[in-house]
């Protein structure tokens, strides 16, 4: 049991070390109340923290619901006090003394919850129920009680004081669209996307982002197909795709329509049966028996690749050159990207750079990403609120947490890549549009379209797809007319295009009569300004914002407010817009351009 130091003000305690874990599998924790007090926690188990559960005798491969509980002592209460959390994985829920203090979604990001009201002096127990959703899972980072007036100088990360890399305008201003090969079209094949093309273009997709083409291992296969995960040959693609000369010919009409390709690169991992393996079995990790692993216990599919080996980095290497140089995509999608070197990405980033600008877009989100090697990494942190604010179960507030966090983590100017579904989640959580249903996710997506970042739609979203597509299997997506999100997202886009706030502009919060419900913002580039006003309410509302006029027209009386959606216009006085009302419908928004 750890006890505060006298001197309040000089208090920093570490909650690191000894805490008690259960598993729950049935996901029963919080209906049965394992946060309160009184619950008999005899049967929990002692562990060390910070740590991976996978650590823990039996979860090895344990994705799902983890529980931890500690307890502490509080002497006295002479200043406000915060826990604050360097790190879980994935989501988080934490309880003092049996009341919830707040939640907490975005795998990594460090978060702070205040004690106050919650604490009391003496004897205190915290609780944290973590939510995996895959990979690696637990409270894996420092855990500390700090003066609440220190919290921010706690949560500034090393890399926020820097600049991140400049990326090229083409990059900045991309809307990304993900296309799976195997299940775009009922031939599963480049000639057939190819086809496809002039839709997408009409979407609004700058960026086309094809997941992996190589062709896929036989041994240890998952499914009947395998994973696109599992290469067999980085320098090839897969045969059931097409050809080498078929995938040129869908790059070069890429191309010509005016949009960039990206392919995903699985850099950490191949196949068991993969041309590396053949060639350089030396590449490969291998364990204390002289053994090659996987990368954990449950990619059987794949081997895992050793970066301390030098003639691997320069492997690699030579091959991101060959598919930018000599073949010409734009760039790529790396695959687990924290799963390898930081110090590698930025070599190979620099090679790339004497060839051409390219777009670098990291699986991850770790904020050293952004300082020489990637442009985008992922928002998870948004992408893990949005199902809660959606159903109305948690506040929008959290969004301003989640860029605060950013704003104190990530180098100025980092790209954030915004989503609400991908290839993942979409597997092994549930379809976006089961999730949201299609007003929520019409509603998601304007979000993820208007806040600072760039935007991804995940093939089949504008239908929107309601099928689970198996990474393993061929399970073609159902375009099945009416698409009911294309025209949100052909007018979302173009005005993206159309506006430069959209795209680079800065963000300001706008506030509102419902707080909890409705997320208010302008994006302002110069004189361009566009107003944001998302209701995550299931009902309608009639609501206030409070428009910083004296910002937006220090010199103005009178201002015009377009309506981007109806395109309707009128002109008011700029007192007027302090107090502006509006009615929203549920899941509604609202865009406007002031001027």
Not at 171 to 198: I, M, N, Q, S
Not at 229 to 252: I, R, W
Not at 311 to 327: A, C, E, F, K
Request: hydrophobic fraction near 40%; charged fraction near 20%; charge should be neutral.
């Amino acid at each position: 049991m750890a006890t505060l130091p006298a001197r309040a003000q000089a208090l920093k305690i570490s909650l690191d070390g000894p805490w008690l874990f259960q598993a729950d599998s049935l996901k029963a924790g919080v209906q049965e109340r394992w946060y309160l007090e009184t619950h008999d926690r005899a049967p929990w188990k002692p562990v060390a923290t910070p740590s991976f559960w996978e650590s823990y005798p039996g979860l090895a491969s344990y994705d799902g619901w983890g529980w931890y509980a500690r307890s502490f002592v509080l002497p006295r209460l002479d200043v406000p006090l915060s826990v604050h959390f360097a790190g879980v994985d994935d989501e988080a829920t934490v309880w003092i003394n049996g009341v919830e203090v707040g939640t907490h979604s975005g795998y990594s990001d460090p978060f702070v919850f205040n004690l106050g009201g919650f604490a009391r002096e003496g004897e205190n127990t915290i609780v944290l129920l973590v939510r995996d959703t895959g990979g690696g899972g637990g409270l894996y980072r420092p855990v500390t009680i700090v003066p609440s007036a220190a919290v921010e100088e706690l949560l500034r990360g090393p890399y926020a004081s820097m600049r991140a890399l400049k990326s090229a305008a083409w990059v900045r201003d991309a809307v990304l669209y993900c296309v799976d090969v195997r299940v775009f079209t009922p031939e599963g094949t480049f000639a057939a996307l190819e086809k496809r093309l002039p839709e997408l273009k009409a979407l609004g997709a700058t960026v086309l982002w094809l997941m992996p083409v190589h062709p896929i291992g036989v041994r240890n296969r998952k499914g009947t197909h395998g994973s696109p995960y599992s290469v067999q040959d980085y320098y090839g693609v897969n045969p059931e795709f097409g050809t080498m000369a078929q995938f040129k010919s869908l790059l070069s009409a890429v191309h010509r329509s005016g949009m960039r390709l990206i392919l995903d690169l699985v850099a950490n991992h191949t196949a068991w049966d993969s041309r590396l393996m053949r060639e350089h079995p030396e590449y490969f990790t291998r364990d204390a028996s002289g053994a090659i692993v996987s990368p954990n216990a449950d990619w059987t599919d794949v081997a895992d690749l050793d970066y301390a080996n030098p003639s691997l980095r320069q492997y690699m290497t030579d091959m991101m050159v060959w598919w930018v140089r000599d073949v010409g995509i734009d760039g790529f999608r790396c695959d687990v990207a924290e799963m390898v070197p930081t110090d590698f990405w930025n070599d190979a980033r620099a090679r790339l750079n004497r060839i051409k600008p390219v777009m670098m877009l990291a699986e991850g989100s770790l904020p050293e990403h952004h300082v020489k090697a990637f442009d985008l990494s992922y928002s998870w942190n948004v992408y893990d609120a949005l199902e809660g604010m959606v159903r109305g179960s948690r506040s929008v507030r959290v969004l301003d947490r989640i860029l605060e966090t950013e704003r104190l983590q990530f180098p100025a100017g980092s790209l954030r890549m915004r989503f609400t579904t991908n290839h993942d989640k979409n597997f092994y959580d549930a379809p976006a549009v089961e999730k949201f249903g299609v007003d929520g996710l019409a509603l998601a997506n304007v979000l993820t379209g208007t806040l600072p970042g760039v935007p991804m739609v995940y093939n089949g979203e504008e239908i929107p797809n309601d099928r689970r597509i198996d990474h393993h299997q061929k399970v073609p997506i159902a375009w099945k007319p009416p698409y009911r999100l294309t025209p949100l997202f052909q007018r979302l886009f173009a005005l993206r295009a159309r506006h430069p706030a959209l795209r680079h502009g800065q963000m300001l919060r706008v506030g509102s009569s419902a707080p909890d419900s409705v997320y208010a913002f302008l994006r302002i580039a110069g004189n361009d300004r566009i107003l944001v006003v998302l209701n995550f309410s299931p009902g309608p509302l009639d609501i206030r914002l409070e428009i910083p006029v004296g910002t937006l027209f220090p010199r103005q009386k009178k201002a015009v407010l377009e309506n981007l959606v109806t395109n309707g216009s009128v002109t008011l006085g700029v007192d007027a817009l302090k107090d502006y009302a509006l009615t929203l419908p549920a899941h509604g928004a609202a865009l406007f351009a002031l001027r």
